[in-house]
């Protein structure tokens, strides 16, 4: 099992900052992406960034230019550095880690972080 537990969430005015952060503990290893999903009430679950083993990252057109993803491998952490922020940025942000075993995908996430993009 992996769990993850996410941090950084909070209340912020348009054109402001935050940063997200997400640590993994358990079973860490065939790690294939760790990334970062959004979802805000009545609406689905979308893609905002992802960051694979072999360092590739993804962005949702959406947040390309604002948006960051990162890793600290040591501390089995990763991040999202989120700048120039919007109203419709609002939504709860998961973090998830994609792991294939024994010829299996798991995804594993973390219990949500609420993010507030207002006047």
């Known amino acids: 099992q992996v769990q993850l537990v996410e941090s950084g969430g909070g209340l912020v005015q348009p054109g402001g900052s935050l940063r997200l952060s997400c640590a993994a503990s358990g079973a860490i290893f065939n790690i294939y992406a760790m990334g970062w999903f959004r979802q805000a009430p009545g609406k689905q679950r979308d893609l905002v960034a992802t960051a694979t083993s072999a360092g590739s990252t993804n962005y949702a057109d959406s947040v390309k230019g604002r948006f960051t993803i990162s890793r600290d491998n040591a501390k089995n952490t990763v991040y999202l550095q989120m700048n120039s922020l919007k109203p419709e940025d609002t939504a709860v942000y998961y973090c998830?880690?994609?792991?294939?075993?024994?010829?299996?995908?798991?995804?594993?996430w973390g219990q949500g972080t609420q993010v507030t993009v207002s006047s």
């Open positions: 998830n880690v994609r792991q294939y075993v024994v010829s299996k995908w798991s995804d594993y």
